[in-house]
């Protein structure tokens, strides 16, 4: 499947490797998002997920392989690949003594954006995460579900084409989860948006989603969800792909 779709993927990563000293964390990773698709990457805390969006992100170098978006190559042209995301990581990165506005009006000037144009997006923004008539209030006073929504729609400032998000619903609850998911995959549906979700919860990934399972920094099985799954569900097809004692949850 790999090597029918890498040409006009989103993000195309080909036998990435990385290693914290004598510990190889991922270990000759290749996947790809296609255009306009949700795509789930399922796998166990430690499974290497959070390594492999610090590699495509370029805050760690990869000591092997290749990584291309939209066709642009990371090592040789980092500024524009990485313009092409948007990036929700696991842990919070918002100033909560700011606004919402002004949270996101920073991550707009990081990317050289400002003006009247910038505000007017950062009220569509808020709009579409269902927050625009908490725009003047400091983060703080959010809870942690409403702070996640903020996240995405500062990942989006600069109206990337491929989103990452890493474990964006960990310690949320049922229905903030379930919000959080829900505003992702319409992205994908009205916006064309390309999206890859990382997860250790099988409840997040549907039956016709893309799924690469990742476990101890390898690619252990990929394909539509349903047909991981088989005659089994995605859990018991995990753990026997695994021999997990601990499979990811099932909520």
């Known amino acids: 499947m790999h090597g029918t779709i890498m040409g006009d993927a989103a993000l195309d990563v080909s036998g990435v490797g990385h290693r914290f000293g004598r510990r190889e964390a991922l270990r000759d990773v290749s996947l790809a998002v296609p255009r306009g698709r949700f795509v789930a990457l399922l796998g166990p805390n430690g499974a290497g997920k959070t390594t ?21 190559d990371l090592r040789q042209a980092p500024s524009e690949a990485l313009a092409e995301l948007g990036v929700v990581f ?25 003006g009247r144009a910038v505000k007017a997006r950062i009220a569509e923004l808020l709009g579409r995460v269902g927050l625009a008539e908490r725009i003047d209030e400091k983060v703080r006073n959010l809870s942690g579900g409403q702070a996640r929504r903020v996240e995405i729609a500062r990942a989006l400032i600069h109206d ?68 991981i799954g088989g005659e089994t569900s995605l859990q018991q097809a995990f753990r026997a792909l695994t021999d997990a004692s601990e499979a990811p949850e099932a909520v």
């Not at 492999?52 to 642009?72: A, D, K, M, P, W």
């Not at 506005?101 to 990317?111: D, G, P, T, V």
């Not at 990452?164 to 919000?179: F, H, I, M, P, Q």
């Not at 064309?192 to 250790?200: E, F, I, K, Y």
């Open 52 to 72: 492999l969006f610090s590699v495509v992100t370029r805050l760690y170098n990869n000591r092997s392989g290749e990584i291309h978006v939209f066709g642009r």
């Open 90 to 114: 696991q842990s919070r990165t918002l100033d909560p003594d700011l606004t919402l506005r002004q949270n996101l009006s920073y991550h707009a000037s990081l990317h050289g954006l400002r």
């Open 160 to 227: 990337p084409r491929l989103l990452l998000l890493d474990e964006a619903t960990v310690g949320l609850d049922l229905a903030s989860r379930a919000s959080i998911l829900s505003i992702v995959r319409d992205l994908v549906r009205t916006q064309g948006l390309s999206v890859l979700w990382a997860t250790h919860i099988f409840d997040e990934v549907e039956p016709d989603d893309l799924v690469y399972v990742l476990h101890r920094g390898e690619i252990v099985a990929q394909g539509a969800a349903r047909d």
